[in-house]
Nanobody
């Protein structure tokens, strides 16, 4: 059974930082592409950051320079370090894994940034 469990969300003031974690089980983690997405109320889900099995990363313009995605293949965990948070970063954040043509999602974790 595949499980993606996010943690680390919460309430933070503008300019602050949060680190999201996503513990993944049930897939071949080392060979999987991983990513973080978010969805704000009334908006479509958007891709924020992706990291390949080889460690290559790509970021949305909206978070470039503020967010950093990383992976720990020994712990089967993907992280999203979020700095300089803004009120417009408020959303539910989801981790995503792509493995052997299958795609999996976590349940989401709420991030709220107060002004």
């Amino acid at each position: 059974q595949v499980q993606l469990v996010e943690s680390g969300g919460g309430l933070v003031q503008a300019g602050g930082s949060l680190r999201l974690s996503c513990a993944i089980s049930g897939i071949n983690f080392r060979f999987s592409g991983l990513g973080w997405y978010r969805q704000a109320p009334g908006k479509q889900r958007e891709s924020l950051a992706v990291i390949s099995s080889g460690g290559n990363t790509n970021y949305a313009d909206s978070v470039q320079g503020r967010f950093t995605i990383s992976r720990d293949n020994a712990e089967n965990t993907v992280y999203l370090q979020m700095n300089s948070l803004k009120p417009e970063d408020t959303a539910v954040y989801y981790c995503n894994a792509k493995s052997f043509l299958m795609e999996y999602w976590g349940q989401g974790t709420q991030v709220t940034v107060s002004s």
